[in-house]
């Protein structure tokens, strides 16, 4: 049973670049979440998308987006890269919105270096 | 808004030694709490919950109750082993809500 992969695991930019990073959630699960998590810091929410829209959003700009497709999987777009935006993003997965008796499974992370 | 505050790392014990990790939450409503382990170059993986007061969430060796008149979820493993070695994340889920927030993670390091 496949837990939640993302894709690629490391990703160098430059500033101003745009960047796309893919994940795979869990095997049964239909909502994605994605968090940001800076180099010695906890993740930081960033959205979470479900029946294909976004249902939750975190602190972060407009220049982050992301989109579901119907196979659950997502995408998260960053566009004009800033060096602040260097961190690990995690996708998680879960069942349902509503259950927070439901944990989050986590992928590895895609390390992001922005040059 | 929801928070969680971890106690600060690094925390370095030697094997069989009891640990113990604080966190305390600010948060309306009934959470559920989560502790966190992140191995190096890896995601994060669930290491237990609770998702009522009273509750004690175990795993592994580890334990935390979940402390609602002291607003508090402290992990404790009786005895320490080397591979233990990671970062732990507190965190809290509000109620009806996917969203999680964590705490800034305090890095063990367990010594032979």
């Known amino acids: 049973d496949a837990g939640v992969t993302q894709s690629p695991t490391h990703l160098i930019k430059t500033r101003g670049q745009q960047v796309t990073l893919r994940c795979s959630p869990k095997s049964g699960h239909d909502t994605v979440s994605w968090y940001q998590q800076a180099l010695g810091q906890g993740p930081q929410f960033i959205f979470q998308?479900?029946?294909?829209?976004?249902?939750q959003r975190g602190n972060f700009p407009d220049r982050f987006s992301g989109h579901q497709f119907p196979n659950y999987s997502s995408e998260l777009n960053v566009n004009a890269l800033l060096l602040g935006d260097s961190a690990l993003y995690l996708c998680?997965?879960?069942?349902?919105?509503?259950?927070?008796?439901?944990?989050?499974?986590f992928g590895d992370g895609t390390r992001l270096s922005i040059l | 808004g929801d928070s969680v505050t971890q106690m600060e790392g690094p925390v370095t014990l030697s094997e069989e030694a009891f640990l113990t990790i604080n966190c305390t939450y600010t948060?309306?409503?009934?959470?559920?709490l989560f502790w966190y382990v992140q191995y190096p170059g890896e995601g994060l993986q669930l290491l237990l919950k609770?998702?009522?007061?009273?509750d004690k969430g175990s795993n592994k060796g580890f334990e935390a109750t979940y402390r609602k008149e002291t607003t508090s979820f402290h992990l404790e493993k009786g005895s320490v082993q080397v591979s233990d070695s990671a970062v732990y994340f507190c965190?809290?889920?509000?109620?009806?809500?996917?969203?999680?927030?964590f705490g800034t993670g305090t890095k063990l390091q367990v010594i032979p």
């Open positions: 948060a309306t409503g009934y959470p559920s």
């Open positions: 609770a998702t009522k007061a009273d």
């Open positions: 998308y479900y029946e294909e829209e976004e249902r």
């Open positions: 965190a809290l889920r509000p109620g009806g809500y996917q969203k999680v927030t």
């Open positions: 998680a997965s879960s069942s349902g919105t509503g259950d927070s008796n439901q944990p989050q499974h």
